[in-house]
């Protein structure tokens, strides 16, 4: 798997864990709820910083949205 679908996977994953719509995710990390959808349909590709946002959003390592989960 490609560490963006990786990324993609994980993230959805870790904010249906907490129960967030994409709208709640959104706003714990900061963002736009519409680059949220985006990154989770693989339309964008988010910097560092921005990976680093989701993962404090989602109280992980930065680590945990990269990991191979299969």
Do not use: C
């Amino acid at each position: 798997m490609e560490i963006r679908d990786r990324l993609r996977f994980n993230m959805r994953r870790l904010r249906q864990q907490k129960g967030w719509s994409q709208e709640e995710f959104a706003h714990q990390a900061g963002l736009h709820r519409t680059y949220i959808s985006d990154l989770e349909r693989g339309a964008r590709n988010p910097t560092i910083t921005v990976v680093d946002k989701l993962a404090v959003a989602l109280g992980v390592p930065v680590g945990a949205l990269l990991d191979d989960q299969d």
